[in-house]
T-cell receptor, first 114, second 113 residues
Framework: AQSVSQHNHHVILSEAASLELGCNYSYGGTVNLFWYVQYPGQHLQLLLKYFSGDPLVKGIKGFEAEFIKSKFSFNLRKPSVQWSDTAEYFC????????????FGQGTTLQVKP | NAGVTQTPKFRILKIGQSMTLQCAQDMNHNYMYWYRQDPGMGLKLIYYSVGAGITDKGEVPNGYNVSRSTTEDFPLRLELAAPSQTSVYFCASDSQGNTGELFFGEGSRLTVL
């Protein structure tokens, strides 16, 4: 079955530290990849997406992610985190065989200490 | 433009009770979804709809029912509430259904005691 795995469940960083959250998916065909963010007390919102083209995609608030097809990965990065980045982050995928149904990873809780 | 609106935001149910979670969107989106979010489990798809009159099961449909009589509304019904249905429920919509760019409601926190 298709799945998405996020390896870091809870990450604690100090402000200005660099961030990388891992995401791997299990599907050999065409995929669209996403990172969603859920700030405390808010609903999920799209952070960035990859459909095709340049495998390095940039999203809002200085986040970026790199699609590495050979590794089935779509890791999220930010060079310098801020306290306001404290949130839960979800990786998600739509596959060519599962059109219309977004499959989510387990989520990573990021806590940034001021 | 309200986006996706869910009601109620919080509800406590007793085992065996029934209730309906309401979801409405004003963006004229065809595709709508219900997810449940449990700690450490991410979001699991319960049901989805590709348009009025059409619904289909997701990963975890047992214990739930949906209907889609209009483009705007996509209610989720729990017939016989069980403690395993304690969760946060999110409704979402997508204009085309294959973009993955979902617009989410604010969630409904349900506790079954």
């Amino acid at each position: 079955a298709q799945s998405v795995s996020q390896h870091n469940h809870h990450v604690i960083l100090s402000e200005a530290a660099s961030l990388e959250l891992g995401c791997n998916y299990s599907y050999g065909g065409t995929v669209n990849l996403f990172w969603y963010v859920q700030y405390p007390g808010q609903h999920l919102q799209l952070l960035l997406k990859y459909f095709s083209g340049d495998p390095l995609v940039k999203g809002i608030k200085g986040f970026e992610a790199e699609f590495i097809k050979s590794k089935f990965s779509f890791n999220l990065r930010k060079p310098s985190v801020q306290w306001s980045d404290t949130a839960e982050y979800f990786c998600a995928v739509i596959t060519s065989s599962n059109t219309g149904k977004l499959i989510f990873g387990q989520g990573t809780t990021l806590q940034v200490k001021p | 433009n309200a986006g996706v609106t869910q009601t109620p935001k919080f509800r406590i149910l007793k085992i065996g009770q029934s209730m309906t979670l309401q979801c409405a969107q004003d963006m004229n989106h065809n595709y709508m979804y219900w997810y449940r979010q449990d700690p450490g489990m991410g979001l699991k798809l319960i049901y989805y709809s590709v348009g009025a009159g059409i619904t289909d099961k997701g990963e975890v449909p047992n214990g739930y029912n949906v209907s889609r009589s209009t483009t705007e509304d996509f209610p989720l019904r729990l017939e016989l509430a069980a403690p395993s249905q304690t969760s946060v429920y999110f409704c979402a919509s997508d204009s085309q259904g294959n973009t993955g760019e979902l617009f989410f409601g604010e969630g409904s926190r349900l506790t079954v005691l």
